[in-house]
């Protein structure tokens, strides 16, 4: 069975073996950051080393979508719900 893609500017489909796309291998330069007022000292932070240095000299870390992690205490609690349901179901 022939594999197909779809060419995102002709919209036509070309066989997989022949399809090809110019790979651009080339550095990638970040901006600097847009000036923003701390939410911890309310001063002025402009710039990426004024950003780090700030977090640096507060201990703060950057709060990331995908640093949340789930709390241990969740899984405690639901240890605990299931114990308290058989202990009741299993009572004399």
Known sequence: MARYIQDPVTHKLIPAEEYYTEQVNSHYIMS????????????????????REHLKRHNLVV???SSARPQAE???????????????KLRY
């Open 74 to 88: 969740n899984k405690n609690k639901l240890k605990e719900q299931v114990a308290r349901a058989v202990y009741e």
């Open 32 to 51: 600097d950051y847009q000036p923003y007022q701390s939410m911890v000292t309310g001063e002025m932070i402009d710039g990426r080393k004024a950003h």
């Open 63 to 65: 709060a990331e979508q």
